[in-house]
């Protein structure tokens, strides 16, 4: 049986809590990875591996974060992304709030998409999937 959606915050909390090393009254659903919880990319490769190995996943490269979307110049514009890139993100991110983001796509706003809240409707997505 899937855990519920109580326990997936619980457990991606403490995984975030490990891997960053911060307290986890710091976790809320709310918090960004890197702007909150100061994430740094390495921090992305280990959080990865501790949530396949938390949830009993794989989590594929690209899956999480459309890395290979940021180099097309079909989906960015200069800091910008695209109107195509926009809905490419939305296929490739179904897991993430885009809302507020598409109203200014700058790529320099990206590292906001990735909330805790993101990570725990990822990671149901994936239990669910299984």
């Given at each position: 049986m899937a855990p519920n959606r109580d326990e997936v915050f619980a457990k991606v909390q403490e995984v975030l809590v490990d891997a960053l090393g911060v307290d986890d009254e710091e976790v809320l659903a709310e918090s960004t990875?890197?702007?909150?919880?100061?994430?740094?990319?390495?921090?992305?490769?280990?959080?990865?591996?501790?949530?396949?190995?938390?949830?009993?996943?794989?989590?594929?490269?690209?899956?999480?974060?459309?890395?290979?979307?940021?180099?097309?110049p079909d989906f960015v514009d200069g800091?910008?992304?695209?109107p195509a890139g926009m809905e490419q993100l939305k296929i490739a991110m179904p897991h993430a709030d885009l809302s507020e983001f598409e109203k200014d796509p700058l790529l320099s706003r990206m590292p906001d998409l990735f909330t805790v809240q993101t990570i725990v409707n990822y990671v149901e997505g994936k239990l669910t999937a299984a």
């Open positions: 990875l890197q702007g909150d919880l100061g994430a740094e990319s390495i921090d992305f490769l280990d959080i990865v591996f501790r949530l396949e190995k938390a949830f009993s996943i794989k989590i594929p490269k690209g899956e999480l974060y459309p890395e290979e979307m940021m180099n097309n800091d910008k992304i695209t």
